[in-house]
Each structure stands twice: as structure tokens, then as C-alpha cells.
């Protein structure tokens, strides 16, 4: 059985950062591709970034660009999302997810996609 478990949300202020962690189990961590998703209140999903395993891409959101950075502890089975220069707007449960389909221009889900239970970040301006 897969398990996702993320950690590293919390408070801060505008302009602040947080490290958010991921540590996979029940699964071969360098065959999937991983990545992250977020959903805010009222909003949809939507996919911040993720790896592709096999080809060594990272994609990120838009919005997210230049400011996140994904990377990976294959020796732990662990990815890591660096957000800096948060900003309100990126307030969302943040959730961790593994096999995905993942490359250059997008990101999302396939049927066997295995979630996290999320972990929340809060950015106060």
C-alpha cells in the first residue's frame, strides 16, 4: 500500500517561506512520478509541480515559477517543495500525490494516483 505523508505547512507571513516534505513508502520512489497539488477554499485543485521520473522534467504552475522549487531525496523516498516569496494567494491545503502524469507543460492525475492527507499552509498579508 502506497502512503503519502506530507509535513512542513504552517504560518507565515507574505513574503515568507516554507519547506514542505513529502515521504513516500509502499512504493519503487525513482519509477513514479511525484509531485504536488493544492485546493483553497472554494477553488479547484489545481497541480504546482511535479517530476518526471523517467525523463528527469519538472513542471511547475504558472503562478508558481521561480518562486517553488521541487526536489527529491530518492535515499529517503522523500520530495521536497520549497516555496518562497509566498504570497495570501497561495493559502491551500497542499497535497502530495504519486503517479502522475507529469511533463514539460502539465500535470495530473491518472486513475491509480495515490494522495497524501495534505498539509495546510497559510500566508497572512
Known amino acids: 500500500e502506497v502512503q503519502l505523508v506530507e509535513s512542513g505547512g504552517g504560518l507565515v507571513q507574505a513574503g515568507g517561506s516554507l519547506r514542505l516534505s513529502c515521504a513516500a513508502s509502499?512504493?519503487?520512489?525513482?519509477?513514479?512520478?511525484i509531485g504536488w497539488f493544492r485546493q483553497a477554499p472554494g477553488k479547484e485543485r489545481e497541480g504546482i509541480s511535479c517530476l518526471s521520473s523517467s525523463v528527469g522534467i519538472t513542471y511547475y504552475l504558472d503562478s508558481v515559477k521561480g518562486r517553488f522549487t521541487l526536489s527529491s531525496d530518492n535515499a529517503k523516498n522523500t520530495v521536497f517543495l520549497q516555496m518562497n516569496s509566498l504570497k495570501p494567494e497561495d493559502t491551500a491545503l497542499y497535497y502530495c500525490a504519486a503517479d502522475l502524469f507529469c511533463d514539460a507543460s502539465k500535470m495530473h492525475p491518472t486513475p491509480a494516483v495515490s494522495w497524501g492527507r495534505g498539509t495546510q499552509v497559510t500566508v497572512s498579508s
Open positions: 509502499g512504493l519503487i520512489f525513482d519509477s513514479y512520478n
